[in-house]
């Protein structure tokens, strides 16, 4: 058992790091046919890692160490993230449960370094996009807590994978007004986690309207490239996540082969097919104003009240 | 389909728009030979502007290049806001003296390798501005520049080859 937990831990990181910048590639892909144009490709991120792990880093003279540890750190929080979540299987890991509180707190261990390298090398942008960064990590963190924890009641356990085996063994619960509410406030969460739109736009160049690229405006080479693979990873497992949440079909729940190959197609198409779905959502989304997002977020937070006080209503 | 009848810009009219006009990208031309050096790259550059004083005409077409017409993103080639994270400084206009200390900066803080392309007149020879007050000298008498593309303006076309011959797409 403890065997097979840590096989699918390393499935999931093998699979995911191949994941991510495939999910980012067909997001990008998307939106460029969308908007009429030809787009680079789905593999072009994989070309931009590969490229940033050639180049060297150029570090401004008055930064610290932390400009080279926080890009580590956030990819260490990332693939923690992945090594935890129930995405290929469901299959606890003995000495680190994938409980709910766990899996936020490994995220904010991401946010933080980030937010630092951001601080670092004492620009003006680095510094304005890490308050901001910190200001909306501060409003979704408590919805994410929430959200979930109203998805643990019907399963009575706050550990995640035991959720989703909940969620498969009775696909009614997935369909609960509870479930529901605490799902939309769990996406727009995420949205917000993760850094798109209309929170932060991800392909912007003006830096006054930017969150998460004002923290990385100083990075450069492999800095840059443990950055953006580290934001990807998150972004491929929290969506991930939200996917075995509304479809937990075809997630392992008894270790063998086959019903390995099975989890690792299943959540490969899960998760492409959600980044469609969001790349084409993104198309008709503008970026909120900043002084918006609270609002919105706070929104969500209501959502997950809601979903927290019906399931102790409903239930 | 005329503004006429139409004339609310709705989620679903745009919808119609983008699937019956298709793709508004140009057909690409057959790629041009690497430039030398840059084969490292893999098919990706990414490309900090500078307009280091120029009448933003050469601006006006690079802007061009990067729209979806030209669509240069489909090489692998993207902008971005900050020179650490670029491989490309492209340079247009002549330098203006308070432009001479920023552009030398930029390059210094390009992490290696990288390439300078100057983009115009302007840049190459300082144009209708040489000579001029505030002007201190065209780009190559204050940074190395790789690859030139001259015109006055260039055509898009001919940003995009010299862009191409970066990631060799």
């Known amino acids: 058992m403890t065997g097979a937990a840590i096989a699918i831990a390393l499935v999931q990181l093998v699979l995911f790091v191949f994941l991510s910048p495939l999910l980012i590639g067909v997001i990008r892909q998307v939106r460029a046919r969308l908007e009429g144009r030809a787009g680079a490709g789905i593999w072009q991120p994989w070309r931009d890692v590969r490229k940033l792990l050639t180049k060297d880093p150029v570090r401004a003279a008055d930064s610290s160490w932390m400009l080279a540890a926080g890009p580590v750190t956030l990819l260490v929080s990332s693939l923690l993230l992945v090594a935890l979540l129930p995405l290929v299987g469901t299959l606890p890991l003995p000495l680190i449960p994938s409980d709910l509180f766990v899996i936020v707190s490994v995220m904010l261990i991401g946010v933080v370094a980030l937010a630092l390298v951001g601080l670092d090398a004492g620009t003006a942008f680095g510094g304005m996009g890490s308050s901001r960064h910190m200001t909306v990590a501060a409003l979704v963190e408590p919805t994410l807590l929430l959200a979930v924890y109203a998805l643990s009641i019907p399963a009575g356990t706050s550990t995640l994978s035991l959720i989703v085996e909940t969620r498969l063994a009775n696909p009614a619960v997935i369909i609960s007004p509870v479930s529901l509410l605490a799902m939309v406030a769990l996406a727009i969460a995420i949205m917000a986690e993760t850094s798109r739109l209309p929170v932060d736009n991800p392909s912007t160049h003006l830096e006054l309207t930017m969150l998460h690229e004002a923290m990385v405006l100083e990075a450069s080479g492999r800095d840059l490239a443990w950055l953006e693979l580290g934001s990807w990873l998150k972004l491929a497992a929290l969506l991930g996540l939200l996917s075995n949440l509304i479809v937990p079909w075809g997630v392992l729940t008894e270790f063998s082969p086959l019903g390995l190959l099975v989890g690792v197609v299943t959540v490969t198409v899960k998760i492409l097919a959600l980044g469609v779905v969001l790349s084409v959502g993104e198309v008709f989304l503008a970026k909120a104003r900043l002084f918006r997002v609270p609002e919105l977020l706070a929104g969500s937070f209501a959502l997950a009240l809601l979903a927290v006080t019906a399931s102790y209503l409903v239930a | ?169």
């Open chain 2, 1 to 169: 389909m005329s503004p006429a009848t139409e004339p609310e810009l709705s989620v679903k009219r745009l919808t119609d728009l983008i699937r019956q006009s298709g793709r508004i990208a140009e057909p690409a031309p057959p790629a041009p030979a690497f430039f030398p050096g840059a084969e490292v790259f893999g098919g990706s550059i990414q490309v900090r502007f500078i307009n280091a004083g120029g009448c933003n005409d050469c601006a006006q077409e690079v802007s061009s290049a990067f729209g979806p017409v030209y669509d240069v993103e489909r090489y692998g080639i993207r902008l971005v806001a900050s020179p650490r994270h670029a491989d490309v400084i492209l340079i247009t206009g002549a330098v203006t003296r308070n432009m001479i200390e920023p552009i030398r900066r930029t390059v210094d803080a390009t992490p290696t390798p990288r390439f300078v392309i100057a983009v115009g007149d302007c840049a190459l020879t300082g144009g209708v501005f040489a000579e001029g007050y505030g002007i201190a000298g065209p780009v190559p008498d204050f940074i190395d520049v790789d690859l030139a593309v001259p015109g006055n303006p260039p055509e898009p076309a001919l940003i995009v080859e010299a862009l191409r011959r970066m990631t060799g797409r």
